[in-house]
């Protein structure tokens, strides 16, 4: 969670429209994040189309997102 915290931040500094944030960037670095983390021998292929969303809608997000990644990896 705190990583997931982390990169909607880190998004944050690097969007140059701070209401909308990608989706699509979002989830990549935080299943890397996630997956670096594993112990496991873990290869991501993600099909993610781009999104824009509202950052108020990411933050609700994230915590189903990372969890998602979290139990796919489990």
Sequence with gaps: LVE??????????TSTDYKHLSLKKYIEKLAY???SLSAKNITLNMQIEEIEVEEKVIFPMRVIINELITNAIK
């Design 33 to 35: 994040s996630i997956v």
């Design 4 to 13: 997931s915290i982390k990169s909607v931040y880190e998004n944050l500094l």
